[in-house]
Every structure is written in structure tokens, then in C-alpha cells.
């Protein structure tokens, strides 16, 4: 067992595992498989790469993010608070977590004053001592994204509702994105989202579909990929652009003078976690 720091959940996603509505994620496959992957007992891992002609070629391939039994520690934004004690003069700074203005209490062992150029630190660059709440991995397996089960969808936290029975506990997205809108394939309508919906116009007919939504959101939308010029250098170059949507297309387009790799439907990572742990002056408690 070991403890790692955990995906960069944003605040809303966060307060979803908290409360237990979230139990799974999951994180592309980089690099994607050529031939995809399969399950393998001969690999050591559980997980094989595909050979070129459909076998297996028992090549292991391990989940870089954390096998079952590790501590994944949830990260989440911090920034500095000055003051003029003399006290925390000495030590310098405070730290506090931006999501409640709660400051990291030393007296647990766990936090130490930590200092850092910026006034803010983003959840991406938290120290792992710093993390007051953590997550146990309890299965890791991969697929491609489309697999993903009615049952798995509601684990990734969508929500289900019947419009007119009671409101929507806001309108923020659960990823802090915009308004996921309707698929073509909806044939119903719906009442499955992502935590963000106002009304049922902006519901989905399944929870798979919602899913699909708030992934398209994150993934769809190509993402530049810089080489640098020289090795170790710090010079980088725009190569070209890639994406990874739900649709199940494989294809290059240009975007902007450059190729744009569009990779659908890719091959994941896939973790279910539990055993929420409560940190140090955290505000929130988990609902049972």
C-alpha cells in the first residue's frame, strides 16, 4: 500500500466523494493502445497489450495512478495568508485551503508552514502533506470509456431526478463546467445529469449519456501537444493537437495549421474508491 496524491478533482467533485455520491473515476490511457488491451493472468498485472493480429501478446500493463489498497489524497487549492503576529511571523505564512478558508492546523503532524512564490497554489501542485482527506482504491481494471455501465455511470456521481418532485441543489456543474446539452441519440425525456440541470431540457434519457456529456465537456476539445527542442531543453514547440471524445471516431482533422488527432472512445483507466477520510478541520460531514 502507498499513498499518492489523487486526479485533481475540482471543489464540486470533490464534495461529491465526501458525501459518498462519487465512488469511481476515470483517467485516458496515455499512450492509447494500438491494439487495445485485454485481460491476461500470464501478464503479472491482470492487464495485457493486444497483439496486431487480435492476440495477446502478455506484455503487462500496470495503472500508473495507484493499485487496490492505495491512498489516493484528495488535492485542493491553497493560498497564503500574511500576518503580523510574531508568532506566525517566525513561521512566515499560513497556509489556509481555499475551498473553506479553513488554515492547516500544525498541531496534527500531518501540515507544516509551507511556502511557495505565488500567493495561491492550484489543487495540481499540492504538497501530499498537505492533504486533509483521503480516498482508498478498492478495484482498478481498464476499458474504453463507451463501456461504461448504467450502474458504473451513477458511481461517477451523475444524478437522478423527477422534475417537480423537489429542486436541484444549485446550478453549478459537479466539474465546473457549462451546460451539458442533449445528445442526438436522446429518444425520451430524460432526468439523468450531471448536477448542473435547471430544468428537463437539460436532462438525459440514461445515465451513460449524461456521463458522456460531462466527458465531452472535459475531452472533446483538442488539447495542444508541445515536443521540446532540444532534449531537456525548456524551449517547447506546438506539434499538434489531440482529443478524446466519447464518440467512437478515430480520424485526424486540422485545427488552427496543424493536425489535430481525434481519438474517440478511448481506452481508460477505471478506479472505484471508498473509506473517506476526514481530514483536519474539514467542515463538511459525510452523509450516511
Not at 531543453?233 to 485545427?255: C, F, I, M, N
Request: a neutral charge; one cysteine or more.
Amino acid at each position: 500500500m502507498s499513498e499518492r496524491r489523487a486526479p485533481g478533482f475540482t471543489a464540486s467533485l470533490r464534495e461529491q466523494i465526501i458525501l459518498g455520491n462519487k465512488t469511481q473515476t476515470r483517467i485516458i490511457c496515455k499512450p492509447q493502445p494500438e491494439y487495445g488491451i485485454v485481460g491476461c493472468l500470464m501478464s503479472g498485472t491482470g492487464f495485457a497489450l493486444i497483439r496486431s493480429d487480435g492476440g495477446c501478446s502478455c506484455k503487462p500493463v500496470t495503472s500508473p495512478h495507484g493499485q487496490p489498497g492505495d491512498v489516493w489524497a484528495l488535492r485542493e487549492p491553497m493560498h497564503q495568508e500574511f500576518t503580523t503576529s510574531d508568532a506566525d511571523a517566525a513561521n512566515g505564512c499560513l497556509a489556509v485551503y481555499a475551498d473553506d478558508q479553513v488554515v492547516i492546523d500544525r498541531r496534527t503532524g500531518r501540515c507544516a508552514c509551507y511556502d511557495w512564490e505565488r500567493e495561491t497554489l492550484a489543487s495540481i501542485s499540492m504538497p501530499l502533506w498537505a492533504a486533509r482527506d483521503s480516498v482508498t482504491l478498492k478495484r482498478v481494471w481498464v476499458e474504453r470509456v463507451r463501456d461504461i455501465s448504467e450502474e458504473d455511470a451513477f458511481a461517477e456521481g451523475i444524478v437522478e431526478m423527477e422534475w417537480g418532485m423537489w429542486q436541484p441543489p444549485g446550478t453549478a456543474s459537479l466539474d465546473g463546467g457549462t451546460t451539458y446539452h442533449p445528445f442526438k441519440e436522446r429518444r425520451v425525456e430524460g432526468r439523468f445529469h450531471s448536477g448542473d440541470a435547471t430544468g428537463p431540457e437539460h436532462c438525459l434519457g440514461s445515465a451513460r449519456h449524461a456521463f458522456g456529456n460531462r466527458w465531452n465537456s472535459l475531452h472533446a476539445k483538442p488539447n495542444p501537444v508541445y515536443l521540446r527542442d532540444i532534449k531537456g531543453g525548456t524551449t517547447k514547440s506546438l506539434d499538434h493537437y489531440v482529443s478524446h471524445p466519447w464518440e467512437d471516431v478515430q480520424e485526424t482533422r486540422e485545427y488552427l495549421g496543424k493536425p489535430w488527432i481525434v481519438l474517440g472512445n478511448p481506452w481508460v483507466w477505471c478506479f472505484e474508491f471508498g473509506d473517506y477520510q476526514r481530514g483536519p478541520g474539514r467542515k463538511m460531514e459525510k452523509k450516511r
